[in-house]
């Protein structure tokens, strides 16, 4: 495998239905039916939480994981695992939810509001722009991009007058979440474009090249986009003729540096880590390599050095004076053949 493709570092098979995968720095979070677990970066398990219902969406901010399942809102501590109050609930239960720069989550339900609650999970207010698909990420600490009931994107300022507009008129298929200013979204017709939108429009907008890309999930990572398509790969955008295409499942999320996280709804979890990951993984591994070689190569040495005094006891001068020899003992090889000589004088 060359050195700038992915690949996978550990794999794990969990019972349940996946709903939901979150990537911490180096360790990841995988809800499987209503348990939720954290693995940490060589996939052992950190803790376990369960839950009455399944869990079907998380985020965190660091911190704690805001954690959706049933008709509920919760919260846990990322550290921990243990739960931070009892929980919010709303008849019908919530559709997504985000993390709120400078602290705190929204929340949008399956009505027409959304839901303000402070770091600890506390309720600050609610709010009702319409009907919202999806949120997608924040142009800036105020103004948060979501895709309304139309398809359309729209930006809801959630401070002073609540304001909100629609920032063009297109009726996109499907939005990613908006990573590092960019958000990828699909026309109707299929097309994949990428663009970097602000309150009024879009500061640029490009089709990214190929035919027939259906995205189910992206990821970000430090080299760009990856996409997971209906087919179940995932696939390194913009996609090239026998460009990397590799099975992974149902689910992707990344750290948006160097690992990615994918999992089937049966269960299959991987843990996938970039090209530089990959090298020094491979570093290491040769290095322990060395060092059980060395080990092995000292052990081997001490029986031999065992078996050459045995036959010096013994009065086996030349089996004796062969083994010191393969070990490069010249000191004993001269004195044991002056003693040799000593005696057939």
């Known amino acids: ?64 994981l805001a954690v959706l399942s049933g008709t509920g809102f919760f919260l846990l501590d990322l550290s ?72 359309c994107l729209r930006a809801l300022r959630l401070g002073g007058d609540d304001a909100q507009r629609v920032i063009e ?66 696939i390194r955008l913009p996609a090239e003729d026998g460009g990397e295409r590799r099975p992974a499942g149902d689910i992707l999320v990344s750290n948006m540096a160097d690992r990615m996280l994918t999992a089937s709804r049966d269960g299959l979890i991987r843990m996938w880590i970039g090209p530089h990951l990959v090298s020094r993984r491979r570093l290491l591994f040769e290095e322990i390599a060395s060092d059980e070689i060395r080990r092995l190569d000292w052990e081997q040495r001490q029986v031999i050095f065992e078996a050459a005094r045995d036959a010096e006891d013994s009065g086996m001068f030349s089996r004796a004076i062969e083994l010191y020899e393969s070990l490069g003992r010249a000191e004993d090889v001269r004195r044991l053949i002056s003693e040799r000589e000593g005696i057939d004088d």
Not at 37 to 50: I, P
Not at 80 to 88: A, K, M, V, W
Not at 99 to 119: K, Q, V, Y
């Open 1 to 64: 495998m060359t050195d700038d493709h992915w690949e996978i570092a550990w794999s794990h098979q969990v019972e349940g239905r996946v709903g939901a995968l979150a990537c911490v720095d180096e360790d990841c979070i995988i809800a499987s039916g209503p348990i939720i677990r954290r693995l940490n970066s060589d996939g052992d398990f950190v803790w376990r939480r369960e839950f009455t219902f399944d869990v079907y969406r998380m985020e965190h901010d660091g911190t704690n």
């Open 80 to 151: 921990t695992g243990e739960p931070l109050g009892e929980g919010r609930a709303v008849a019908g239960g919530f559709r997504d939810v985000i993390r709120r720069p400078g602290g705190g989550w929204i929340l949008s339900d399956r009505g027409d509001h959304i839901h303000l609650f402070n770091r600890r999970g506390r309720g600050v207010r609610r709010l009702r722009p319409g009907i919202l698909q999806k949120l997608v990420g924040w142009l800036d600490r105020e103004i948060l991009l979501a895709q309304d009931g139309d398809g």
């Open 169 to 234: 008129t297109t009726r996109w298929s499907w939005v990613s979440r908006l990573q590092s200013g960019r958000v990828l979204v699909q026309q109707p017709d299929g097309g994949l474009q990428e663009g970097v939108p602000n309150p009024f429009g879009w500061d640029r907008i490009d089709r990214i090249p190929g035919e027939g890309l259906v995205p189910l999930d992206v990821a970000w990572t430090g080299e760009g986009w990856w996409m997971l398509d209906v087919a179940g790969d995932i």
